[in-house]
């Protein structure tokens, strides 16, 4: 009986997860395959130079900034993917928008809540407010109201929030510096329908674009709201035709961040109750479900490092092991801190294009193509970003300040491989191999396999003879 009893919660377990599977086009793969690109994104990397890039063009609203790359760039056309770096002023409300690609948000700077609204999910945080006041004999009343709303999520600086395409989203700075992010949208995720293009879907308000070229009334972004007819809108929500024309937006100049003067109160749990929620699910191993599932992880903190050497600096990953969600969206990141002259083992990304984005001091870089050509040596300093791809070798050594970089990568599960040190390529070979490869003595491979000796894919600095 027990064993039957077993079968069955087996067989409807598997039909859910198909279920899901069916509905969103969530997939798992191999961590030996790189996320699922178009046959058009492959043919777009022969790229003979690389360059640091910086944001072409700014947007400014009430409270913020919001600065475009240019995806047009070839860069981004052989990887596929956009990028956007936001800041948000205290008391910064990121109005909720949606965008047909998914994307993984790194918080160079500041703190802040965050909300994403999962389809067909409840409502599972309930706050009271006061509202209308009722006049009496003995004095005044207040009636309370009930709001309800999904779960909202604290963030911090080097926090990593996944976002899919075609969730709401919105983000408020409730701190007392402005909220820096860095956004990476994958435009050549299979989840994407729509062009290559990075397309934001405003919910709230309106933008102006300030795209070059274009006249001023055609470079307006409106919410998708205002594309109704407002009667039509108006019964829809069961409202008169004043309140569907303000959430149309007509007359709002504000931009898509916006300041809400009186601060924004939503109920949210505090800190210390999401880290005891998260030891309370490692310690019982519990599956998280579709509506429960979490949509951010920190790699700022030095305590998650996944690499450390006390002289040389650390590297923290983070894959869909740790955060499932990015199996989903099909994208990781990983976060590189260098002290003074240190460097990253030659390396290179085996299933994966990686974004790499400067957010603290500068770094030599060097990346090598498959003719064995340079296609970047330069400097890379704060605020840059450089594209790298697959399979291009990449070497990295920080300036006197040191060198700190957050790299986003199109693999939920992206793997490197090092050249040089411990578990890498060479150190795996026999040493005949090596004499035979290079033409050097047997004591020359003992010395390119052994000298860097436990180190593994961070180096200390280290005076080279001439």
Known sequence: ???????????????????????????????FQSSRRSVSTRKECRIEKLNALEPTRTVRSEAGITDYFDEDNEQFRCAGVSAIRRVIEPRGLLLPSMSNAPRLVYIVQGRGVVGLVMPGCPETFQSFQRSEQYERKEGKRHRRSRDEHQKVYQFEQGDVLAV??????????????????????????????????????????RQEEGRQGYRREESIKENILRGFRTELLAAAFG??????????????????????ENGLQVLRPSRREEEEREESRNINRLEETYCSMKIKQNIGDPRRADVFNPRAGRITTLSSEKLPILRFIQMSAERVVLYRNAMVSPHWNMNAHSIMYCTGGRGRVEVADDKGESVFDGELHQGQLLIVPQNYAVLERAESEGFELVSIKTSDRAMVSTIVGKTSALRGMPEEVLMNSY??????????????????AIFTPRRVES
């Open 1 to 31: 009986m027990a064993s039957s009893s077993l079968l069955s919660f087996s067989l409807c377990l598997l039909l859910l997860c198909h279920m899901f599977q069916a509905q969103f086009g969530w997939s798992q793969e191999s961590p």
């Open 164 to 205: 899919p395409n075609g969730f709401a989203y919105w983000c408020y700075n409730n701190g007392e510096n402005p909220v820096v992010a860095i956004t990476v949208l994958d435009t050549s995720n299979d989840a994407n329908q729509l062009d290559r293009s990075h397309r934001q879907f405003l919910l709230a308000g």
């Open 239 to 260: 409202v008169n035709m004043e309140l569907a024309r303000k959430l149309q937006c007509r007359d709002d100049t504000r931009g898509d961040i916006v300041r809400a």
């Open 439 to 456: 033409r050097i003595s047997r004591d020359e491979a003992r010395r390119v396999k052994l000298t860097r000796g436990d180190e593994v």
